[in-house]
């Protein structure tokens, strides 16, 4: 069976979270950032643990990187580059057995990382540029170079099912495949486009586990499906009770519940640099609502621009060669788009400001919501808040979610007529209202210079992440002079790493006019202490925005951003 409309995450440690708890990574923060320790309730297990308590033996051959602090001696029987099916106690013992295939990883697209090929390389001419990429001979090598590496990966999975075949297990096993983000290349891995998010899956159920399957074989899915119902789908599949926390629906087995109306994604920081998107894609529609539209798509993260492709483009960029489509993912971003997958797979047309799909529109915008507040989207918080996790962001009266999102919209709105509400909420008692206030008068820019004495009383903030917030506020306005050394007082001092990584990413968006706070950020750089196993350094922002200071790499050219709405 292939599922025509498969979603995850767009980055694969947040992906592989929700693969192993069955929960989405937003819900317990800062699992949905990527390289992030998830604050996880003590309860919680990898549902292959519920596995091994009916009898499976359970390997991982071997990526992890859970963004959480699972618990892989409860999962897994064994969990490594040897760990094999064909390792478990009894030879008739079920078994369910994970194997990440990695030849595909971003990492392909590198110059030193090409592989020896045993067939003729994919031709360049053949192949299909999408419409948002530039056609450069650099983005055409790169599109190369993964094809070849999916022939690669397909040699890998043949002899993967070759091996259950000579165990002679093929009839007796179900086997799904699948990919634990979207494409590589630019504008799909990290966004929330369908080139970054949708995902193949393939289900194959032996005629002895046939009545397990939702079709007949050979069918094809248009049921919107993802990550999050993976772990209920086997777990029904294997017969084991579902438990009522995971989030997502069995599509299979003996407990296969109703279809998904709608599945979810989200994208927050990525690596060193912050931004937050949500979205909704049904069996038609793709709906994005963009939390941070001043912050351009396309950020210089040091691992992507690795990738000769996006070294192309930013090339381009700099000599103002973009097309239309090709500058739009460059620049700031419009605040909610909307995509018939149908009849524009590339999400190139954005309907949302289109008279003809407001209804759908609206449907969407509704759903998006009703989903961020079920889940207590931990995204709405400041990585590094005491509200941030499974267990503290639910704690009843802790803070207003519903409230929470409708200012997050607001303040994503760009609309100065918007102003009043922000200064209102700029002197409310919860932290995340008063760190989405500050955000948007950000995003309002100098547009927002009516709130300036209500953003200064913010620079002192009991909360780093809000007084950070107000700093960029007030950066925006044209007072720098007053922003600059609130920042260089939160890289210095002993804050929390987010605050620290926060303060970074605003002193590296501020470019030239953060010169002054050059020989502090050097400082803040040279002293910054070592993090936790698997979260990103603050270091390497700051490293970023000093090196473009003293001209030893190049600041990224973008397309002017639109203006406010009047």
């Keep these: 069976m292939l599922y025509e409309r498969c979603f995850a995450q767009p980055v694969c440690a947040p992906a592989r979270f929700t693969l192993i708890t069955g929960l989405y990574a937003a819900t317990a923060g800062p699992a949905q950032h990527m390289r992030a320790q998830g604050k996880i309730p003590s309860w919680l297990q990898g549902f292959p643990a519920l596995l091994r308590e009916a009898g499976y033996y359970t390997t991982n051959n071997a990526k992890t990187d859970y963004n959480s602090p699972i618990s892989l001696k409860s999962a897994w029987d064994e969990s490594g580059k040897t760990a094999h099916w064909r390792k478990r106690p009894a030879p008739g013992q079920p078994f369910f057995s994970v194997f990440n295939h990695e030849v595909t990883h971003e990492s392909c697209l590198f110059p030193e990382q090409e592989q020896p090929l045993d067939f003729p390389a994919t031709d ?35 002899a993967k099912l070759r091996e259950l075949e000579r165990d002679g297990l093929t009839g007796n096993t179900i086997v799904f495949y699948y990919g634990d983000n979207g494409g590589i290349l630019p504008r799909s891995k990290r966004f929330l486009q369908a080139s970054g998010t949708h995902v193949p899956l393939i289900v194959y159920y032996p005629p002895k586990w046939r009545h397990l399957a939702p079709a007949a074989p050979g069918s094809r899915i248009k049921t919107p499906v993802s990550f999050v119902d993976f772990a209920p789908t086997v777990l029904s599949l294997a017969g084991v009770k579902i438990p009522a926390y995971l989030q997502g629906r069995a599509f299979a087995g003996l407990a296969q519940a109703a279809p998904n109306e709608f599945v979810f994604a989200t994208r927050d920081r990525m690596d060193e640099r912050y931004d937050m998107m949500r979205s909704i894609i049904d069996a038609r529609w793709l709906y994005i609502r963009n939390f941070r539209p001043d912050v351009p798509y396309v950020q210089p993260l040091e691992y992507m621009f690795q990738a000769r492709g996006y070294q192309s483009w930013a090339r381009l960029a700099a000599a103002g060669q973009l097309t239309p489509e090709t500058a739009r993912y460059w620049g700031a971003k419009l605040p909610e788009e909307l995509y018939d997958l149908e009849n524009d797979p590339d999400n190139v047309v954005n309907l949302a400001d289109m008279p003809a799909h407001r209804a759908t529109l609206e449907t969407m915008r509704a759903r998006l919501r009703q989903r961020m507040v079920d889940i207590n989207d931990n995204g709405l918080l400041p990585e590094g808040s005491p509200l941030e996790g499974y267990d503290a962001s639910r704690i009843p009266g802790a803070w207003p979610v519903g409230r929470v999102v409708d200012l997050a919209v607001l303040a994503s709105e760009r609309n100065a007529a918007n102003l009043p509400k922000l200064i209102a909420a700029l002197n409310d008692e919860s932290e995340p209202v008063r760190w989405w206030a500050a955000q948007g008068c950000t995003v309002l820019g100098p547009a927002a210079a009516p709130a300036e004495a209500a953003i200064r009383r913010r620079l002192e903030d009991r909360s780093g992440s809000v007084a950070v917030a107000a700093a960029e506020a007030l ?12 920042l260089e007082r939160l890289v210095l001092e002993p804050n929390p790493p987010g605050v620290i990584q926060q303060a970074g990413n605003v002193l590296d968006r501020l470019g030239e006019l953060a010169r002054p706070s050059l020989a502090a950020m050097k400082r803040a750089a040279a002293s910054a202490q070592p993090t936790k196993p698997g979260t990103y350094a603050p270091q390497y922002i700051l490293n970023h925005a000093i090196a473009v200071l003293e001209g030893r790499t190049t600041a990224l050219v973008y397309p002017p951003a639109p203006g406010p709405s009047p």
């Excluded at 950066?475 to 609130?486: D, F, M, Q, T």
């Design 475 to 486: 950066a925006r306005i044209g007072r720098v002079e007053a922003a600059l050394p609130v």
């Design 124 to 158: 360049p001419a053949r192949v299909r540029i999408p419409a948002y990429q530039p056609d450069t001979p650099e983005m055409r090598a790169d599109w190369v170079r993964f094809y070849n590496h999916i022939r690669l990966m397909d040699g890998q999975m043949a």
